[in-house]
């Protein structure tokens, strides 16, 4: 650390910045291939439409979009603005990230965390699933890094709680609701989030996550006539990174304005 300490700090947020671009423009490559459990790293990227191979000096994240115009350099085909967006996004989230919370332990995870959340939105939002690819892992990922945050019985406590009141839902909800009400991913979501961020943490999720979700709903509702079709997965994410850069506000504004 004491190395890190004469390194000025903008440099640092610099590096951060770069490195977010690029596991952005990894996530990418996640985002497509992991609903259709391709391999991630072979073969190297290429155009959907007409499959030629992306050049590295067109695959720099961002930059190598806005100097294509959107455009494929072979076939012209409009290439989506979600590529430029999940990069963008993904190094946006992790800066505030590592702006938080520094050096320490604690931001390696989140760090890690953070894409996935990113990756999770979009693979949710397009194919309304949560891969195991992603999810498991993080479960391992929050019992470890709970373990060593918050203590291995917090961290065991979070996971018991997330997964067991989704599996809950899940198993009520065709009685209650007379329709599934919770996909097996999102309790393995929910399930790893509770080992990373401990059980009132866990509450705080699934609450702004419902809120979130009940906003744009009715924002949906009243401006476009109809319900929201969007998953739970991508508002859980939303409501993690929430709560991980902003948790402790959110309580103390919850307890100011209750009590
Ligand atoms: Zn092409």
Known sequence: MEFFAQIPFAFHVAYVVFIGLCIGSFANVCIYRMPLKESL?????????????????????????????????????????????????????????????GFTWECLAYLIVTPALVIITAIDLEHQIIPDALTLPGIVLGLAAGSYIMGPINSIIGFLVGGGLFYGIAVASP?????????????????????????????????????????????????????????????????????????????????QLVV
Not at 179 to 208: C, N, P, Q, R
Not at 216 to 243: D, E, N, R, W
């Open 41 to 101: 790293v072979f073969p190297g990227s290429h155009c959907p439409s007409c499959n030629s191979a992306i050049k590295i000096y067109d695959n720099i994240p961002v930059l190598g979009y806005l100097l294509l115009q959107g455009k494929c350099r072979n076939c012209k085909t409009r290439i989506s603005a979600r590529y430029p967006l999940v990069e963008a996004l993904t190094a946006a989230l992790m800066t505030g990230v590592f702006l938080k919370f």
């Open 175 to 255: 009685f209650i609701f007379g329709k599934e009400g919770m996909g097996g991913g999102d309790i393995k979501y929910i399930a790893g989030v509770g080992a990373l961020l401990g059980w009132k943490s866990v509450l705080l999720v699934i609450f702004v996550g419902s809120f979130l979700g009940a906003v744009v709903g009715l924002v949906q509702k009243l401006f476009m006539g109809k319900g929201s079709q969007i998953p739970f997965g991508p508002y859980l994410a939303a409501a993690t990174y929430i709560v991980i850069m902003a948790g402790d506000e959110l309580i103390r504004l919850y307890i």
